[in-house]
Each structure stands twice: as C-alpha cells, then as structure tokens.
C-alpha cells in the first residue's frame, strides 16, 4: 500500500500543480438576458435566464429558447456550454439542428440523464440566431435554467479538470484509503 501511495504522490503531484497554477483564461462569453422563452405555448420575453425558474413545468412539457448571438467579444474556436436535467435538448443556428441529445433514450423510455453539453459552433456564429429546445422528461426537469456561455474550445476541458481536481482527489483518495 504504501508503494501504492507513492506512486500514486509521485503521479498526481506534478499533475495537480500544473492544473493550480495561477494561469489566467481568456474569459468566457455568458448570454444570459435577452432570451425570449416559450414555455408549453406561452411566450415570454427579455427572459434573463439566471433569474428565472420554470418549475411549474413538468414531465412531457416543453421549453423552448431563443436568442440572437452579440455581435461583439467574439470568442475564437467556440464551444457553447448548455446544463440540461432530464431533458431531449436540441439545438439550433439560424433553423439548422446543429446538436441533439436524449431523443433516443426518450422514445426507448430510458432515463435522459443530466449534465453539462459542449456544442462546437462555426467561427461566423456572431449575430446568428440560436434556438435551444428542451422537451422533460421527467419532473422537475426546469427547475433551474442555466445561463448559456460561449468559451474557447481549445481551454474547455482544462477549464474543467481544474476546477474537478479536488474533488477528483476526493474520489481517489475514498478509492484507495475507504
């Protein structure tokens, strides 16, 4: 065990103080005023995300949102980051799908998780308009909407390692001593 634990200092050690650097990320582009909602058939606009809650909504209901791209902090190589909870997502640019998740699970009746989606967008995306549609598929599934950020591909993942590394740390260290 105590091989084990070495290897495993002698490993992570060099890994995690690459990732705690001080290094400072271009920041990221988050839209999160100006959606206009439709919520099962009712509209509603100037919808800012952060502050509003469609709990009210509930299992095969449906939330559709829609927005047009700022024309100004364009953001190289662009990634945008949607949160979904057991919700078919779909996302569209200018009417084009350009990602769908769950659609599949949902009509095989089986559970349409949760979590973060990394949907790559073309170069040009400034002052397109882009539709993301959510059906529920379960209760609760609106509760909270997440506002929209738009980052650069090429630091996402490092982005989210860094910010996991304690508690993948955690995790490890439950693995190995729990």
Do not use: C
């Not at 290094?23 to 952060?50: C, H, M, Q, R």
């Not at 699970?105 to 349409?112: A, C, F």
């Not at 990394?118 to 400034?126: H, K, V």
């Amino acid at each position: 065990m105590k091989i084990f634990f070495t290897f495993f200092l002698i490993l992570v050690s060099p890994v995690y103080s690459a990732i705690n650097t001080k290094e400072e990320f271009p920041p990221e582009l988050v839209i999160d005023t100006g959606w206009e909602a439709i919520a099962d058939g009712t509209k509603y606009e100037n919808v800012v995300l952060s502050e509003t809650k469609f709990d009210w909504l509930g299992k095969g209901d449906t939330l559709a949102l829609s927005t047009t791209f700022p024309t100004e902090n364009i953001i190289s190589n662009p990634v945008m980051r949607i949160w979904s909870v057991h919700s078919v997502v779909e996302v569209y640019l200018d009417n084009e799908l350009i990602y769908s998740h769950g659609k599949e699970h949902y009509e095989d009746n089986r559970l349409v998780g949760y979590g973060s989606h990394f949907i790559p967008l073309p170069d040009d995306y400034a002052g397109k308009e882009i539709k993301i549609s959510y059906l529920g598929t379960e209760h609760n599934s609106f509760k909270k909407v997440s506002s929209i950020q738009i980052d650069d591909s090429s630091y996402t993942m490092y982005k989210q390692v860094k910010y996991a590394m304690n508690v993948l740390g955690l995790a490890f260290f439950l693995i190995v001593f729990g």
